[in-house]
């Protein structure tokens, strides 16, 4: 049979070996049927084969982001944005202008604000946002999650005034005068939380097609939530219309929290036994998420020798080792791969030892995941080599965050911070963690090459890795990451015609220049979807 579409004309960089370059690519049924040259290709087209011209641009296979949250990114671009945000003036502008388009009552719901980078150096309060939202309720969560700010009607509705006491864990911030700010830290951000509306089924959907047309545009083929299931009382009812309705165009993997999955008489009572792989080649479940410690600029992440600063603290598990250890044979037993979020060294340390002891000599066929994998020692790296467990990283995060490592660690812990050379040899997925941070693939692969922080720093520059080996860890290494190297990452007969077209060659170009890469085409199984389908061929 014709193929249903042959795109020439370009430069495909295949990542298969056998066949490392081409200039077309044929696809039937969504998978590639031919790689060659233009004219081997061309040759098995019909007259009802559609037939697109790439004129010379690059493409590549599709970048596979192996760690973000696409319902938290989309949520983050359809409420009030505050990651911009750079004084308590634009804080209350988005408000305000949010407000505005709501019926009075409806709450105003967004965040993401950082007040280090306000000009006041301060939190919002709720003196702040009580002007420009006197009717509409107000909650506005801190770029960390470990804090927020509300605003008069919401603390009302809340029930917190000046009287309430501060919950176990948690503090209610309050001003000279007794009275609540409207900063509520750790613990008592539940007091406002419980009295918000859940989101509803068109609301989630509407988030999952914002991040679908996002990551769409910056040539996200393929994307896994690490934490699915916990945000959105339809969550996946959510993610199965979206995709079925085409308002999510990546291939999804949903994780699920390990401790959203009921155990009964030893081991998950979840979905009558699913498990890890279930579903389509457009959406599946994932591994099971079991988060062993918190993170390194809130000094929460779990590490063998004290923070730099400040010294008295090294960090902590999240849950004992053997906890840890129990949640991952129950996963393990029940099917699931496992996906560890550990980024101090002790974390990763406990994360290998459950690892081992439940899954012994054969680990590597399971392929457990390190997810971050922040603070790496020799002898981890060492043990992760041996084990065969996957590194999921984030090159990005040294960029957006490596100034604030500096600081907590010093400088000899830096080296072995996110490390990517040293994983040469290892099976390493790249991921963006969005929206933590930015998370087009470009600037992640240009922030692998870089090795530079914010400010300009090099930040354990000789940990720099080749264009080549980001392209590879953002499509190979991912797919591997999920189990699904055989039918994606790379471009070659058989697999998925998922390809991403470039406007200039990331090969060639500057390393500074990288990130300046411009997607002009993403296709997921042949089909076009950005541009949006309509607007091209
Ligand atoms: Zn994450």
Redesign the pocket.
């Known amino acids: 049979m014709a193929p249903e579409v042959v795109y020439h004309g370009g430069r495909f960089y295949t990542l298969d070996p056998a066949q490392p370059r081409a200039q077309a690519v044929a696809v039937l049924y969504g998978r590639i049927v031919a790689v060659g040259s233009d004219e081997e290709v061309l040759r098995l087209a019909d007259a009802r084969t559609r037939r697109v011209d790439l004129e010379g641009a690059v493409a590549l296979p599709g970048f596979h982001d192996a760690?973000?949250?696409v319902l938290l990114f989309g949520l983050s671009l359809v409420e009030v944005n505050l990651r911009q945000a750079r004084s308590v003036a634009d804080v209350a502008a988005a408000v305000a202008e949010r407000a505005r388009g709501l019926g009075p009552g409806r709450w105003v719901r967004g965040g993401g604000y950082d007040q280090n980078r306000l000009a006041e150096r301060r939190h919002p309060t709720r003196w702040d946002l009580d002007p420009v939202s006197p009717e509409n309720p107000v909650w506005l969560y801190h770029v960390s999650g470990h804090m927020g700010v509300a605003n008069s009607a919401a603390l009302k509705l809340a029930g917190v005034t000046r009287d309430t006491p501060d919950p176990p864990g948690g503090r209610i911030v309050r001003g000279e005068d007794g009275e609540p700010t409207g900063l509520l830290l750790e613990t008592a951000q539940d007091l406002v939380k419980r009295v918000l509306p859940p989101y509803t089924l068109a609301e989630t959907k509407a988030a999952l097609a914002a991040a679908g047309r996002r990551m769409a545009a910056e040539g996200v083929t393929a994307a896994q939530d690490?934490?699915a299931g916990w945000i959105a009382p339809e969550e996946f009812r959510a993610y199965q219309e979206a995709s079925q309705e085409d308002l999510l165009p990546q291939r999804v993997w949903l994780m699920v929290d390990v401790e959203k999955l009921p155990v009964r008489e030893g081991r998950f009572d979840f979905g009558f036994g699913l498990h890890t792989g279930f579903g389509s080649d457009r959406l599946r479940l994932g591994a099971v998420k079991i988060f062993t410690d918190g993170s390194l600029i809130g000094r929460t992440a779990a590490l063998s020798q004290p923070y730099a600063d400040p010294p008295d603290t090294s960090g902590f598990l999240v849950k004992s080792e053997g906890t840890i250890r129990e949640q991952v044979r129950l996963a393990h037993e029940g099917g699931w791969q496992v996906a560890l979020?550990a980024i101090g060294d002790r974390a990763i340390e406990a994360t290998l030892d459950a690892v081992e002891a439940v899954m012994g000599p054969d680990a590597a066929s399971f392929r457990p995941r390190v997810?971050?994998a922040g603070v790496l020692r020799p002898d981890l790296i060492e043990r992760i080599r041996r084990l065969g467990a996957v590194v999921v990283t984030q090159p990005r995060f040294v960029f957006e965050f490596g100034d604030g490592y500096r600081a907590a660690l010093a400088d000899e812990r830096i080296r072995l911070t996110f490390p990517l050379a040293s994983l040469r040899g290892l099976h390493v997925a790249f991921s963006s963690?969005r929206p933590?941070t930015d998370g087009a693939p470009v600037l992640g692969i240009a922030a692998a090459v870089l090795r530079r922080t914010a400010s300009g720093a090099p930040y354990a520059p000789e940990e720099r890795i080749s264009v080549e080996e980001a392209v590879r860890a953002y499509t190979l290494g991912a797919a591997y990451s999920a189990f699904a190297e055989r039918e994606l990452g790379s471009l070659e007969v058989g697999k998925w015609a998922d390809f991403v077209v470039l406007d200039r060659d990331p090969f060639q170009v500057d390393p500074e220049e990288i990130a300046k890469v411009r997607v002009l085409r993403t296709v997921v199984g042949g089909r076009c979807v950005y541009p949006s389908a309509d607007a091209s061929d």
């Open positions: 760690h973000c949250h690490a934490w979020h997810e971050h963690d933590v």
